[in-house]
């Protein structure tokens, strides 16, 4: 690290002289350049000139509380619209920039923003009440995370932790809200990737979409160089529809080509009355979990929905309308103990089709299910593709249960995988279905 100077000493010099950093990332010509020496650098750019473009240079590690920025408020996010970039001025080590402990969101109706050429990047135990608990993208702008990594393995680079939402309208994405069709998130060439306990808690009537991540256009995440791990977010809602614990998104999401373990843990949505799917994953795009040199493991997630009335479970680790193609991966493909479970009913219905444990292949089906659990493991409307993985491809101990009370109809497929369309597992090493089941009966 080259020495730096004493923050009075720096401050004096920028009153005198105008410096231009040179810098780590590429800064398009139209952003204005702004070297942060102190946290209180960024109050005089929250609440003023909210159509700038400004990048932001680090010049050492930079934490950011509410206590060193008077702007960051309850009631006000620490910065608000605009296109933003946050990067290391060049020459010097790459340096961490942390935000933490806020009860407002970090950015709010941020355009575009990047993050880039650092050597942390914390955002955590953000407390909010609307979308996005630490990031908002209201518009179809791109939120760029990339060269987060310090060159060690023992610890994830990027982070995002116990960001939370709690309201009683609907409002989605716990950690980061992207919305507009040409959205892009891009999570690359980091070290590692952490997104744990982030969530989501709706206290009424209304849905809730994305425990950690909710996008309505396409997420990559890709190319990164440690372990990529989602693990205990969740979504919840009292009374109405929960979907993707980890990752909500309308459109695609990639997961492709990164160099360790790709890990989602103890992720889950649950609602206590209406329909809950996709406990680590939601996705109505094509999922594309390929060419990751390292293993796969889906463990612990489910979708649960139980209470009074008609209950609906799809998708214990996954969810998906379109195609599923878990391929080419380097190591192990597992999915281990994921369920979905639904409980108590009113009604009745009635189906028809094709069963060939553990995969169910429906041909044709009346739905009116009251008690409905489908797809342990994984459930899809579409094609699933588990091919050519060099390690083993294991599905064991992921179940399906539908309880109701003895008049109430309960129905349970697929206990671990449910599909309505083809279904491919082909050219791996080893194939193992252990111990999945389905269960359906009285529990009231």
Known sequence: MKPHLPIAILTTLLSLTSITSVLAADIPAD????????????????????????????????VFTPQTNTTWTDSQALVTGREHIFTTAEGYDPAALSFTGGASKVF????????????????????????????????????????????????????????????????????????????????????????SENSVANTSSS????????????????????????????????????????IYSTKSITINNNAED???TDNYASTQNSTTSGGAIYSSGNLTVCDNEKNVI???????????????????AIYSTNGINISNNGGNVCFEQNYAYSAKSESYTTSSGAYYPPIYYPTTTTHYYTSDAKGGAIYSTGSVIINNNDGHVTFRNNSTEASAASSDYHHAEGG????????????????????????????Y
Do not use: M
Request: hydrophobic share 30%; net charge negative.
């Open 262 to 264: 790709i890990n989602f």
């Open 298 to 316: 889906f463990s612990g997630n489910h979708a649960s929905s139980n209470e009074t009335d008609s209950t609906y479970a799809y998708g214990g």
């Open 207 to 246: 849905y809730s979409y994305g425990g950690a991540i909710y996008s309505t256009g396409n997420i990559s995440i890709h190319y990164n160089t440690g372990i990529v791990q989602f693990t205990g977010n969740r979504v919840t809602s009292v009374r109405s529809t929960a979907s993707g614990g980890g």
């Open 31 to 62: 952003y204005e350049q702004v070297d942060l020496w102190t946290p209180g650098y960024l109050d005089d750019y929250t609440a003023s000139d909210a159509a700038a473009k400004c990048a932001f240079i680090l010049w050492s590690d930079t």
């Open 108 to 195: 709010q109706q941020v355009s575009c923003l990047t993050f880039d050429t650092l050597s942390k990047l914390n955002i955590s135990a953000q407390s909010e009440t609307s979308h996005g608990g630490s990031i908002n993208l209201e518009t179809s702008g791109n939120l760029t995370i990339q060269h987060i990594d310090d060159g060690q393995q023992d610890t994830a680079d990027l982070v995002f932790n116990n960001n939370k939402i709690s309201a009683s309208t609907s409002q989605h994405g716990g950690a980061i809200y992207a919305n507009g069709a040409d959205t892009e998130i891009n999570i690359s060439h980091n070290g590692g990737v952490q997104f």
């Open 416 to 443: 671990a995988i449910y599909s309505t369309g083809s279904i491919s597992i082909a050219g791996n090493s080893v194939v193992t279905f252990e111990k999945n089941y389905e269960k359906q009966g009285g529990a």
